[in-house]
């Protein structure tokens, strides 16, 4: 199942104070989520829900058409979510193409947020540092930090706990130059059936995963 997720930790430095800066919202932000953030009770939170949600949308869309390009301020969110933001955070809402659902979870520190085009997935947050475990040398290769690979161990935990994978691994194949989605696979054999989201900010790392058709 394409699916994406996304989390943003609230007490990074530049998460804060981010309403009032005119250049970054206007670049990221359609003229309606602007409207939203301006009216809405809690401009702060609204904005980093709004974010959370275009990332989580694109992951999950560039699942289904590879050669797209990411542009901020065109995922937006649906006209009847920002209604709804400008009075209180929601619980849920669907992106503007109706074939896509968000989920946020969020509390002070931290915003989670996923895309899924079926059921709501299994996801997980933890703080980096917390995660143990080993990858094999091909999961290696797409590892760029320390919260990239923690992240990475983190999924194979939920595909442990809530997929029966004895072996999970998490790796991302390279087509020319740059790597392709992570994909999951048990024991170096493919599991396309199961859909996989990684995320990481700050002090913070998010994993997502579901089986196809759930």
């Given at each position: 199942?394409?699916?994406?997720?996304?989390?943003?930790?609230?007490?990074?430095?530049?998460?804060?104070?981010?309403?009032?800066d005119?250049?970054?919202?206007?670049?990221?932000?359609?003229?309606?989520?602007?409207?939203?953030?301006?009216?809405?009770?809690?401009?702060?939170?609204?904005?980093?829900?709004?974010?959370?949600?275009?990332?989580?949308?694109?992951?999950?869309?560039k699942?289904?058409?590879?050669?797209?390009?990411?542009?901020?301020?065109?995922?937006?969110v649906?006209?009847?979510?920002?209604?709804?933001?400008?009075?209180?955070?929601?619980?849920?809402?669907?992106?503007?193409?109706?074939?896509?659902?968000?989920?946020?979870?969020?509390?002070?520190?931290y915003?989670?947020?996923?895309a899924?085009?079926?059921?709501?997935?299994?996801?997980?947050?933890?703080?980096?540092?917390?995660?143990?475990?080993?990858?094999?040398?091909?999961?290696?290769?797409?590892?760029?930090?320390?919260?990239?690979?923690?992240?990475?161990?983190?999924?194979?935990?939920?595909?442990?706990?809530?997929?029966?994978?004895?072996?999970?691994?998490?790796v991302?194949?390279?087509?020319?130059?740059?790597?392709?989605?992570?994909?999951?696979?048990?024991?170096?054999?493919?599991?396309?059936?199961?859909?996989?989201?990684?995320?990481?900010?700050?002090?913070?790392?998010?994993?997502?995963?579901?089986?196809?058709?759930?």
């Amino acid at each position: 199942m394409p699916l994406g997720n996304d989390i943003v930790d609230l007490q990074e430095a530049r998460t804060l104070e981010k309403t009032r800066d005119a250049r970054f919202l206007a670049r990221v932000f359609s003229p309606a989520e602007q409207t939203c953030l301006r009216e809405a009770q809690d401009p702060a939170l609204t904005l980093w829900l709004l974010w959370s949600a275009k990332e989580s949308l694109f992951k999950c869309r560039k699942k289904l058409e590879p050669a797209l390009v990411f542009s901020h301020a065109a995922f937006s969110v649906s006209a009847q979510a920002l209604q709804t933001m400008r009075k209180a955070p929601p619980t849920g809402a669907l992106h503007e193409q109706a074939d896509i659902s968000i989920q946020w979870a969020w509390n002070a520190d931290y915003i989670h947020c996923v895309a899924f085009t079926s059921q709501p997935p299994i996801s997980r947050v933890s703080i980096v540092g917390e995660t143990r475990g080993t990858l094999n040398p091909q999961e290696e290769e797409s590892v760029h930090s320390q919260e990239s690979r923690e992240v990475r161990l983190l999924a194979k935990q939920l595909l442990r706990d809530h997929h029966s994978l004895l072996q999970p691994e998490i790796v991302r194949t390279k087509e020319g130059s740059r790597f392709l989605p992570p994909e999951a696979r048990e024991a170096g054999q493919a599991r396309p059936e199961l859909g996989i989201s990684l995320s990481h900010d700050g002090r913070y790392i998010a994993a997502a995963v579901s089986r196809l058709g759930r």
